[in-house]
């Protein structure tokens, strides 16, 4: 069996007491050590300015957001075992990209031992930042080029029986058939679809052509309900926002135990110590 961790939406801001902080260090540093997770996949808002919507823009990922986060990452003494992909507070991309060798817009690593197969997706792109090519590249809502389609497609496809545990970075992507199977209680994606994978349905297609495909979501601005949506045989996960932007708490972090025969998922709550499994799949 192989452990690994899961966490996103730690909306990292230097300059403002928003944001996850210290406790970002606490909960990366207790996945490891109390939770004994092999490493850690980060999908999504590592960085956020507090003043990015009242300015009406987003060009705040500057260098010194992503010192930060990756600081606060390596003060839990684990930081080499951390790999991030960007959310949608992660723009432009060019800061995103140049902040360290661990942010990363795809990602592959297979755990042969376990039959398992990790794959990380960007879902930032293509496009320009709030509409301004001074901004820089990357769009705010959710899209996945072909090119990374392709690579997907391929990726799946190599992994053949393995479990495949397909972080897809950040957005949430419905679903056909049930277009709100896959976020459930994500009030936002509900009443503004430009939080969603725009192209969704090329996404899901594929997926749905593999076996054993496991999708860690984040993004959900929802803090009620966390649990999973099977949808032509592809488990779709939500959880809990871990920064809750609406009284500057931190909710819940998620390891993943996965073999070729199965996959679990167990949310823990950071601040009661609560488990729960929101996924507990046979193959």
């Known amino acids: 069996m192989v452990r690994v961790g899961w966490l996103s939406d730690s909306h990292i801001d230097p300059n403002s007491d928003a944001g996850a902080g210290s406790g970002l260090t606490e909960d990366v540093a207790a996945l490891?050590?109390?939770?004994?997770?092999?490493?850690?996949?980060?999908?999504?808002?590592?960085?956020?300015q507090a003043g990015a919507f009242a300015s009406?823009?987003?060009?705040?990922?500057?260098?010194?957001?992503?010192?930060?986060?990756?600081?606060?990452?390596?003060a839990s003494g684990y930081g080499d075992r951390v790999t991030v992909t960007p959310g949608n507070h992660d723009v432009p991309l060019q800061y995103f990209v140049e902040s360290d060798e661990r942010a990363r817009l795809q990602f592959e690593r297979t755990y042969d031992r376990d039959g398992v197969t990790v794959l990380m997706v960007n879902t930032v792109g293509p496009g320009a930042v709030s509409g301004s090519q001074e901004a820089g590249y990357g769009w705010t809502?959710?899209?996945v080029p072909y090119r990374q389609l392709r690579w997907l497609e391929d990726?799946?496809?190599?992994?053949?029986?393995?479990?495949?545990?397909?972080?897809?970075?950040?957005?949430?992507?419905?679903?056909?058939?049930?277009?709100l199977a896959s976020a459930a209680t994500d009030t936002q994606s509900i009443e503004q679809l430009y939080w969603v994978c725009?192209?969704?349905?090329?996404?899901?297609?594929?997926?749905?052509?593999?076996?054993?495909v496991v999708c860690p979501q984040a993004h959900t601005a929802q803090f009620v309900a966390e649990g999973s949506s099977r949808v032509?045989?592809?488990?779709?996960?939500?959880k809990k926002h871990y920064y809750n932007v609406r009284d500057g708490g931190l909710t819940t972090y998620a390891f993943i135990d996965a073999t070729e025969d199965g996959c679990t998922v167990t949310t823990v709550d950071r601040n009661t110590g609560e488990q729960n499994v929101i996924l507990d799949a046979a193959y």
Do not use: M
Not at 69 to 74: G, I, M, P, R
Not at 156 to 179: C, R, Y
């Open 56 to 74: 009406g823009g987003y060009e705040h990922s500057t260098p010194e957001y992503y010192d930060r986060f990756w600081e606060l990452v390596d």
């Open 155 to 179: 990726e799946l496809s190599k992994a053949g029986d393995d479990t495949k545990l397909v972080f897809f970075h950040h957005h949430a992507w419905l679903t056909p058939g049930d277009p």
């Open 232 to 238: 032509d045989g592809v488990e779709y996960l939500y």
């Open 141 to 143: 809502n959710g899209y």
């Open 32 to 48: 490891f050590e109390e939770w004994g997770v092999e490493h850690l996949y980060f999908n999504g808002d590592a960085v956020f």
């Open 198 to 212: 725009r192209n969704y349905r090329a996404i899901h297609d594929r997926l749905s052509d593999h076996d054993k």
